[in-house]
């Protein structure tokens, strides 16, 4: 079956511009994660999703920032009045959602280059 | 504070030779841990995960990794790897469902 998907696959912008990453987490999938990966570092945590609900959102970074996922399957990162800072690969997982407490695998898309100029 | 800290950031090894690649976790973090790979210009991928019984967990490719409590430690390894090992390996676990990820390891696999 479909893995995880992402889109883009890169976006440049300039900074102070609005953009969107898209998740499309494999069907039946009701955890969905979201990560920032900075160069030479590992993947850090922005939000958890079970269903429709951001369950976890402790990571996301600021108030620029913002994850929604309104049918419990697709997810959209959005990020106002972008930085250069914020210039990284955005990861997205999807687990199945059956064990609790972080015991399930997480099923990584390729991840969204975001270049902020 | 990291909650998963990986001792080192490059480890070369020529091929066939045993490997360890060193992880700790903190005590916040829960007793599920994990290893994902990331091969080159691929997505990460489980190798191998320990929830709870036997403290010595076998994964894909061969790979094995230790939970130890004592030492608050779940060490990789491999007793003889290949060249298509060559990539970054990275330590995760959860505190409750939000997962933290040690800064990676890059091994190389050198013929």
């Known amino acids: 079956g479909a893995g995880v998907s992402q889109t883009p696959s890169n976006k440049v912008t300039e900074k102070g511009k609005y953009v969107e990453l898209r998740c499309d987490p494999i069907s039946g999938h009701t955890a969905l994660y979201w990560y920032r990966q900075s160069l030479g570092q590992g993947p850090e945590f922005l939000i958890y999703f079970q269903g429709t609900g951001a369950a976890d959102d402790s990571g996301l970074p600021n108030d620029r920032f913002f994850a929604v996922r309104p049918e419990g399957s697709v997810s959209t990162l959005k990020i106002q009045r972008t930085e250069r800072g914020d210039s990284a690969v955005y990861l997205c997982a999807s687990s199945p959602g059956l064990a609790g407490g972080g015991g399930d695998e997480q099923f990584f898309g390729p991840g969204t280059r975001l270049t902020v100029l | 504070a990291q909650s998963v800290t990986q001792l080192d950031s490059q480890v070369p090894v020529f091929e066939e030779a045993p490997v360890e690649l060193r992880c700790n976790y903190s005590s916040s973090v829960s007793v599920y841990l994990f290893w994902y790979v990331q091969y080159p210009n691929q997505g990460l991928q489980l190798l191998l995960k320990y929830l709870s019984g036997s403290t010595l967990v076998k994964g894909i490719n061969g790979f094995e990794a230790e939970f130890n409590k004592s030492q608050t430690s779940f060490h990789l390894r491999k007793p003889s790897v290949h060249i298509s090992d060559t990539a970054e390996y990275f330590c995760?676990?959860?505190?409750?469902?939000?997962?933290?990820f040690g800064s990676g390891t890059k091994l190389n696999v050198k013929p």
């Open positions: 995760a676990g959860p505190h409750f469902n939000k997962f933290y």
